[in-house]
């Protein structure tokens, strides 16, 4: 493919720094102004810088006017970014352009349009609460029983379709699987019939009632297509069909020559497959839009040698990927560290440490992240970084304890220790579901004022009369007895196994688990980090007098922050310094999409820690421990098999000191853990080969030994680098051998 000779109407000496900062394929990208370009290029490169640079120079040159431009970015962060960058680069602010993410230009279109898709101007949008009530009511007209056809999970559904770009009438008899006995895609048709009586839509018609609006009007869509003269797309790599499908039509040049359309993205960071992403999108460009000008970007300019080495060899283990070479001109700088510790807690200490380090160099808290790969995982390390005063803040997501599930299970906790606790009471008196509503809670109110008594006192009170009706009567009755047993227990019963108990006897876990949605998971993991929480206190009234204090503790102040996130969370984003916690085998890769898309899950969980270590400028540490309290028990655990993936050369690796004696023991442990994975796999697929590590050997069955955490024990077992101890105190644990000393 050649570029088009472009001659810049720029005079040399008058060219910006921002221009002549380029280099020759980052240039081309930004000058091809003609046609389709692609620019398909490995993180860090410049993709976003180039795309950026490609804006400023349309508007410089005076080829576009800001209202020619239709701009699209992944998050309404990135949108605000790129409008001050390109301010900034060409000395104005920008005013009464089309920036902005899929679903902020889609509504913008849409208000412009509503009566052309059925809706009055005014229209709102649903959040996902809103759209699963929505979808409840219209279950309940049609007479289906929402325990066993949860709402959530019709939602699920209607999202899934509406992001590949089916309104209901497209959806057919095969595709409708076997929600509420087939019945799924009716009940999205009187769905998508309610929301128009509502005047209002939810996130996913925002681009499908665009896609209808200009399949239907092809006037309106050859306006569009006149107007917007020039495309933008950044990372194109993650779009769904329906995001696929509005750019489509929007890029068709009218005159049926080649449209204006950049797109830029990189296969290996392609990590929403899971929302219906489509990486095929990237790949089909070239067919797409014929005549296209590919460029790719080699230079990264974003890591140091080491950590680009380490992204790279991680990469290079997934089949599936178009294969590019990166280099950078930067020094090789600091290896990346990989680090062995304890346990959870130690590692967010650890992390703490660290950051305090470097604070203390000068180097501002802004620029050092926390990725962690799911969401309870942040929760640690808000503690600790709380402990420390530390400013830190949790981007994408509430902070821990102000998740939903997370109040909600704290709610419960309340009304046990305090029954008179009226706000965490009318939270879950009807969560899940039991059949209380809001006349009920609302008869409550009304003889609580009367009497000056609490909700609780005045559900007990009605119980007994006849105020209420018998339904709502016996559900409130049992939910009562419910509260007596648990604070019963609670007198002889451990905190945290009672936790267990509420969550479970309450529903609330059940709730959960019949979701379906994409966060269901990641919120029944919260709940289980939060029984772990609860262990590091004595009572229950410790660990909620903790939470009160921390959520009181709300990081008003202003000024630099460390930043914690998902890895989803940080595509685009760099920062000096990153820790990457977590990295084993359970937590990440992630077993969940493992098992629901085996060797494809595998490879997007490659990604996404390619993505991951891609994030960090010049200091990168990954963390692994050896064991984790989940659900209030600890286990052990191996290291990810990602960390075997990285090259030897581009790593250094060490051990937590506070783990044993010397450092070269504390290298040992390591050693035998990273061996771990290995062997797993050795003896997954062959019995013989393997030379035993001779540093444990020494541990026998029988042996007395002594362990940092359990104490004293008798090994009942060995297992290679795992031993079944009778531990004196703790009872029988599988532990590793590194942790454990000759009594
Ligand atoms: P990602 O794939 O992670 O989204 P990207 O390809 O979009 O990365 P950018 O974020 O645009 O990369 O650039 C990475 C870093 O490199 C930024 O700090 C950017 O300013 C810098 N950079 C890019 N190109 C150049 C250049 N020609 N000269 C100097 N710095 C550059
Ligand atoms: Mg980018």
Known sequence: MTLPATTSPIPPAAEPEWLTSLNTAQRAAVEATEGPVLVLAGAGTGKTRTLTARLAYLLRTGKARPGEILAVTFTNKAAQEMTERVAALIGRPVENWWLGTFHALGVRILRRHAELVGLKPGFSILDTDDQVRLLKQVMEAEGIDDKKWPARVLAAIVQRWKDRGLGPENINVADAGDFAGGRSAALYMQYQNRLRILNAVDFGDLLLLCIKLFQRHPD????????????????????????????????????????????????????????????????????????????????????????????????????????????????????????????????????????????????????????????????????????????????????????????????????????????????IINVPRRGIGTATVQTLHTLGRATGCSLMTAAIQLCTTDELKPAARRALAKLIADFDRWRDLSRDMSHVELAGIILDESGYTAMWQADRSAEAPGRLENLKELVAALAEFENLNGFLEHVALV?????????????????????????????????????????????????AGLEEERRLAYVGITRARRRLTILSVANRRIYGTWQSCIPSRFLDELPAEDIERSGSPGLSAGANRAVGVLREMRTGWQRAQLSSSSSGGYAPDDIYDEIATGDRIFHVKFGMGTVLATDMDRLTIAFDAAGEKTVVAGFVRKA
């Open 551 to 599: 959520m009181e503790n709300d990081g008003s102040t202003e000024g630099a922050r460390v930043s914690i996130m998902t890895l989803h969370g940080a595509k685009g984003l760099e920062f000096d310094t990153v820790f990457l916690p977590g990295w084993e085998e359970g937590v990440f890769p992630n077993p969940r999409s493992l098992d629901e898309n085996g060797a």
């Open 220 to 427: 309106i869509l050859s306006e569009y297509q006149q107007r917007f003269r020039y495309l933008l797309v950044d990372e194109y790599q993650d779009t769904n069909v329906a995001q696929y499908l509005w750019l489509r039509l929007l890029a068709q040049n009218v005159q049926g020559g080649a449209s204006h359309i950049c797109c830029v993205g990189d296969d290996d960071q392609s990590i929403y497959g899971w929302r219906g992403a489509e990486v095929g999108n990237i790949l089909r460009f070239e067919r797409d839009f014929p005549g296209a000008t590919v460029v790719r970007l080699e230079q990264n300019y974003r890591s140091t040698g080491h950590i680009l080495g380490a992204a790279a060899g991680l990469i290079s283990h997934n089949e599936d990927r178009l294969g590019k070479t990166l280099w950078s001109a930067d020094a090789l700088g600091e290896k990346v560290q990989i680090l062995a510790l304890w346990d959870g807690e130690e590692e967010a200490r650890w992390v703490g440490d660290a950051i305090e380090t470097l604070q203390r160099q000068e180097i501002s808290l802004g620029d050092m992240a926390v990725l962690v790969r799911a969401g309870w995982q942040t929760r640690e390390f808000e503690e600790r970084f709380m402990t420390l005063g530390l400013p830190y803040r949790v981007i994408g997501g509430p902070r821990f304890y102000e998740r939903q599930e997370i109040r909600d299970a704290l709610a419960y906790l309340r009304v046990v220790a305090q029954p008179d606790d009226d706000l965490a009471f009318e939270r």
